[in-house]
Structure formats: C-alpha cells, structure tokens
Nanobody, 124 residues
Framework: QVQLVESGGGLVQAGGSLRLSCAAS????????MGWFRQAPGKEREFVAA????????YYADFVKGRFTISRDNAKNTVYLQMNSLKPEDTAVYYC?????????????????WGQGTQVTVSF
C-alpha cells in the first residue's frame, strides 16, 4: 500500500524549469514502478514518464523526450520529475502514480495508486 503526495508545481515562463517531487509513505516504495501523468482542462490524462523500481530503466512520452527527466531516491521514498524548456502546452495538473506490475506502462489503468496532483502553469 502506497500513499503519494506531489509538490513543486507553480507558474513559470516558457523556457523555464520546474522540479516536481512525489513523496510516498510506507516501507514498500522500492517494490513499485513509478510514473508521472498530466491532465489539462478538458483533456484526458496522458502519460509523461515512468521509472523502474531500482531506477535503472526509464521511459518517456515523445513530447517530453530531451526536456524532462524522471528519477527516484528509494532511501527517501521520493520520485522526481525535472522539467526543463517548458512550453505553454505543458500546462496541466501533474500526477504521480505507483504500480507493482506496470512494466513502465503508459496506460493509466496499469497504475494502482495516485497522488492528488500539482498544478503546473507555463506562460508565454
């Protein structure tokens, strides 16, 4: 069982950077693959990035490759999303997710636990 809380969102100008954090409760964090999703108003939730239990393997959506980096620190029960070169179309609520058998899936139904989300707004 995992409880997730995101933080680090805010307002930033296009071309700027933000670092999102997702803090997990419990002692089983290292047993879960982790992912980041985002959802803009009026749109469906979409996959952003995923990372394996050990942090050895990562997977990214095409629209963030080269700009975003997912990482984790299992000793701190925390997963991060470093977002650089932000664009206005990156504006969304960003959600952290955990799953035991995701295989770094991009499908939201493959993740069992979700945080409440943190707002990211990128201005022109």
């Amino acid at each position: 069982q995992v409880q997730l809380v995101e933080s680090g969102g805010g307002l930033v100008q296009a071309g700027g950077s933000l670092r999102l954090s997702c803090a997990a409760s419990g002692r089983t964090f290292s047993s879960y693959d982790m992912g980041w999703f985002r959802q803009a108003p009026g749109k469906e939730r979409e996959f952003v990035a995923a990372i394996s239990r050990s942090g050895y393997t990562t997977y990214y959506a095409d629209f963030v490759k080269g700009r975003f980096t997912i990482s984790r620190d299992n000793a701190k029960n925390t997963v991060y999303l470093q977002m650089n070169s932000l664009k206005p179309e990156d504006t969304a609520v960003y959600y952290c997710a955990a799953g035991r058998r995701t295989d770094l899936s991009s499908q939201r139904e493959d993740y069992e636990y979700w945080g409440q989300g943190t707002q990211v707004t990128v201005s022109f």
